[in-house]
């Protein structure tokens, strides 16, 4: 009898399969419905977001501090002021969907702030500056 070393075919196949198993698992978690891309995907939309709703905001502040302390423009609440302070202080926001509206139950001025990718809509309150999300 003699010895003989290495290893057979059916070990050689075992592996094989095992190896397309793993490499299966590993392609489906990166690239499916809940995968590794679809999430960094979904996180950097909502990051852009986020830093557009800041922008907005600190806008807001200050148009609210002009309009209290009666120095410094601009001083109103509206989607063009707001619009060029953002643009003034953060000029990664880039531009905003801005839209001056009445509404017909109120007096009072309210501003549409909808993202680019058309994924939230925001009111702001021109006499509060209030800020809500809409669904």
């Known amino acids: 009898m003699r010895n003989q070393k290495g290893i057979t075919l059916i070990a050689l196949v075992i592996t094989i399969i095992v190896l397309l198993i793993l490499a299966g ?27 557009k709703m800041e922008a907005v905001k600190l806008a807001l502040a200050e148009i609210v501090a002009n309009k209290l302390s009666g120095t410094g423009t601009p001083n109103t609440i509206n989607a063009a002021n707001i619009q060029t302070v953002v643009t003034k202080n953060n000029s990664n926001a880039g531009t905003l969907n801005l839209v001056d509206e009445t509404d017909s139950t109120e007096t009072s001025k309210v501003v549409k702030v909808i993202f680019t990718n058309g994924s939230k809509t925001y009111s702001i309150d021109a006499a509060t500056a209030k800020i809500t999300e809409e669904e």
């Open 25 to 51: 698992v590993s392609i489906a978690m990166l690239t499916g419905q809940n995968g590794i891309l679809t999430k960094a995907t979904d996180a950097a939309t909502a990051n852009t977001e986020a830093e």
